[in-house]
């Protein structure tokens, strides 16, 4: 049983909050979407290995764990890129709520791998999110040129990060690593990934020019790429899973809520009901075992 914890649930509330908000930094910092996730990812792993030196934590010794660890960067670092793509075409609420569609991806991806079975309440949720998804596009194709580039792209990133969970578990289970070492092979991995596409398609843009978009970056890899995360992690293994995965959703509503109130993007009742509806099928997609 898990041990009660007052202060977990405000945690990954924050948590989840904080890593939405960096959909803002993506969208008014003008670097390519590779660049900026290369450049995340960068900043995270010069703090991850200051933080392992710092607590003495060791790299794994298993090769196989190690590229492991790698693979999983490298997707997650296509995760961030397609997500990038989303908040361009379609905007922070609709792509932070498309890409968190990835608990099931992680369902078919546990269904045909690993031979885990799905319960009726998953299989309603699937379901429920095609419909959801089907509710916010209909409007959005109708005004919105790049539609579909951001649908694609958002759903896409969903399946890339639902392959970097597969690979993390994968290096566990081939040798037991520590967080910090752990998080700082994906950050080198996701970097790593990003070099050749970021060359070949934000060459005009591949990194920042002012002050300010240094900043921000710096503020988009430490703050969301770590201290967010690190709440998230955190928080996870001292709340029931059905709690953990109805706080989840705080993410995508507050991006939501940030394109509608501070973006002021044009969302209609159709696409309201559309977006409960897919938080509503998250919810009892993560919460079903």
């Known amino acids: 049983m898990r041990k009660p914890n007052r ?7 924050v948590g989840c909050v904080i890593f939405g908000l960096g959909s803002l930094i993506v969208k008014f910092v003008p670097v390519g979407a590779y660049a900026i996730a ?12 200051v933080l392992s030196r710092f607590f003495e934590q ?16 490298a997707f997650l670092g296509f995760d961030l890129a397609l997500w990038h793509e989303s908040i361009y075409a379609v905007g922070p609420g609709i792509s932070t709520l498309l890409n968190s569609l990835q608990i099931f991806f992680l369902s078919a991806i546990g269904f045909f791998f690993f031979g885990e079975r799905l319960g009726k ?33 958002g759903i896409v990133s969903g399946a890339m990060l639902a392959l970097s969970m597969v690979f993390v578990r994968k290096t566990h289970q081939t040798e037991a690593t520590p967080l910090l070492p752990m998080m700082l092979l994906v950050s080198l991995g996701g970097m790593a990934a990003m070099v050749l596409p970021m060359l070949l398609l934000d ?9 300010r978009d240094v900043g921000l970056i710096l503020i988009y890899g430490a703050v969301m790429q770590c201290f967010a995360w690190g709440l998230i992690a955190y928080a996870i293994p001292l709340l029931s899973l059905s ?3 109805l ?14 109130f501070w973006l002021n993007k044009p969302i209609n009742g159709l696409q309201w009901g559309g977006a409960a509806l897919t938080l509503a099928a998250i919810y009892l997609g993560s919460v079903d075992n």
């Open 58 to 73: 060791k790299l794994p010794k298993s090769r196989q764990a190690l590229r492991y660890a790698l693979l999983s960067g």
């Open 243 to 245: 709690l953990t995965g």
């Open 7 to 13: 202060r977990a649930a405000p945690m990954l509330i």
């Open 121 to 153: 309440m998953q299989l309603l949720s699937l379901i429920m999110a095609v419909a959801g998804v089907a509710l916010i596009a209909s409007p959005e194709f109708g005004h919105n040129q790049n539609a579909g580039w951001g649908f694609a792209s």
């Open 203 to 211: 060459s005009g843009n591949l990194y920042p020019t002012t002050l």
């Open 247 to 260: 706080l989840l959703l705080s993410e995508p509503v507050a991006a939501l809520l940030i394109d509608f």
């Open 38 to 49: 290369f450049w995340r990812l960068a900043v995270a792993a010069v703090i991850f290995w």
